[in-house]
């Protein structure tokens, strides 16, 4: 699994998507929902949301993606601490795995030293990511 979303979301990237783009789109399949329409949903988040650099977008990716697949849908009977603490996992393993989460940071652009490139943090953030639906999906 992990490879063959790795491998896409590299290809997506190198074919002009953002980092958010490449990491969300990755998974379209898994999600049943048109890629355009995840294109258009991660586009503000490249560069670090909107070139702010801010949180890293291939976090903020995975993140969407992983909100979309577990998810209930249901603000009754909600299942947001549930996925609230996946996101929690994929943060803090991130940064545990690249010193950082922030684009700016890991990218060294006030220090000139890289803590990991985009093409890393994409690689890092989807390896995450599908370790993470491996362990929702058998629990």
Do not use: P, W
């Amino acid at each position: 699994m992990v490879e063959k979303y790795v491998s896409r979301a590299l290809m997506l990237s190198s074919s002009g998507y953002n980092c958010c783009q490449a990491t969300l789109c990755c998974f379209k399949e898994l999600l049943e929902t048109e890629e355009s329409e995840f294109y258009k949903l991660g586009e503000a988040f490249g560069r670090g949301m909107g070139n702010y650099e801010g949180i890293c977008g291939a976090i903020s990716g995975t993140l969407l993606a992983l909100s979309s697949l577990l998810s209930n849908g249901n603000h009754y009977e909600t299942s947001k601490e549930n996925t609230y603490r996946i996101a929690t996992n994929l943060i803090e393993t991130f940064r545990e795995k690249n010193g950082s989460t922030v684009c700016k940071e890991l990218l060294g652009i006030e220090t000139n030293k890289v803590l990991r490139s985009c093409i890393g943090c994409i690689e890092d953030a989807v390896t995450i990511a599908c370790k993470i639906i491996e362990r929702e999906r058998n629990e």
